[in-house]
Nanobody, 117 residues
Framework: QVQLVESGGGLVQPGGSLRLSCAGS????????MGWYRQAPGKQRELVAT???????NYADSVKGRFTISRDNAKKTVWLQMNSLKPEDTAAYYC???????????WGQGTQVTVSS
């Protein structure tokens, strides 16, 4: 069983920064790719960033150069450092994990990020 618990969301002004954390438990291991998705009101859930156990990262074009994903395999934790935040980054952010061998997806409960002055 896999559980993902996010933290670190909140209200921030445009240009500000936030750091999201996702603590995994259960069978999370190097056999899982992890990452972050987001969903704004009225829009589909979209990929933000993913990272393999070996540290290979992939980013959505909209966040490249502003967001950084990182991971600690021993702690089963993934982080998303978000800088130069824009109002269009406002969304619920979801932690995600996928077991490589089965393509089974797991989701956290989400954490709200609001960028507003």
């Amino acid at each position: 069983q896999v559980q993902l618990v996010e933290s670190g969301g909140g209200l921030v002004q445009p240009g500000g920064s936030l750091r999201l954390s996702c603590a995994g438990s259960g069978s999370i291991s190097s056999m899982y790719t992890m990452g972050w998705y987001r969903q704004a009101p009225g829009k589909q859930r979209e990929l933000v960033a993913t990272i393999t156990s070996g540290g290979y990262a992939n980013y959505a074009d909209s966040v490249k150069g502003r967001f950084t994903i990182s991971r600690d395999n021993a702690k089963k934790t993934v982080w998303l450092q978000m800088n130069s935040l824009k109002p269009e980054d406002t969304a619920a952010y979801y932690c995600w994990a996928r077991r490589i061998t089965t393509d089974t997806n797991y989701w956290g409960q989400g954490t709200q990020v609001t960028v507003s002055s």
